[in-house]
């Protein structure tokens, strides 16, 4: 069900993008939006020529470059940063926030989280990850919190809680910090330390490898979120043996 979904996010999303008509040429930014389709630099470089806003409003407030992440374009993702795509715009839904924490919204993040048909996953999670890399080299607000069910998370939170340890050490080498907390007063390290959403496939060796980059980025393990637990005394409650251990060092 989550595929089925994810695939129509990304028909509704090409949908909006005709639509899009803030730059004073709409046709040629028409045309940025087919070439990101394509994952054409070339096709790019042509509808750019021909007058197209490289941070135009493309349907709902998504740039070309939330787009590009979005449908997990990363050939179009390298040139649109290339020619001066803004990655912090940010999109008028708050689940998708701007271009960094869009990589883990709609199909990126059906691949980067791995909870969608495995075929699918395997085909497109390297692209997803190499958008997210590309964006986030560029130093972009990595605490930008975007809407997930009733309680908001950065991009590395929403890494952390899927257990995705390639998704974490990207955003820490470039620069995200694991101190970072959302208003509940929790970061990525709570997340990581507690029981594992019920929708993620990842490996319990992969969640405890993402504690691990946490705590090596210096990750404190003595704050407290809203709830009063510090990450050992979640990682107790949550019975997770090994992050305990790790914890307890």
Known sequence: MRFVAAAFCSLTLFAGMARGQSAPNPAANDQLALAIAKDSAAAA????????????????????????VMMVKPEAVKFLLEHGADPNRTADDGAVGNALSAAFF???GVAITRRGDEDYVNERRAKALESLRLVAARKPDFDVLVSRGPTRLSPLMIAADAGVADAVKILLDAGASP?????????????AVDRAPGWSP????????V???????????????????SPLE???K????????????
């Open 45 to 68: 470089q042509a509808a750019l020529d021909a007058g197209a806003d490289i941070n135009a409003n493309l349907g709902e407030g998504r740039t070309p470059l939330i787009t590009a």
């Open 106 to 108: 709609a199909m990126s």
């Open 234 to 236: 979640r990682a107790r």
């Open 238 to 249: 949550a019975a997770n043996t090994e992050a305990v251990a790790l914890l307890s060092k």
């Open 211 to 229: 504690v691990k980059l946490l705590l090596a980025a210096g990750a404190q393990t003595k704050k407290v979120g809203a709830d009063k637990l």
């Open 179 to 191: 101190n970072f907390v959302n208003g509940g007063r929790y970061s990525a390290l709570d997340y």
């Open 202 to 209: 990842t490996p319990a060796a992969e969640r405890l490898e």
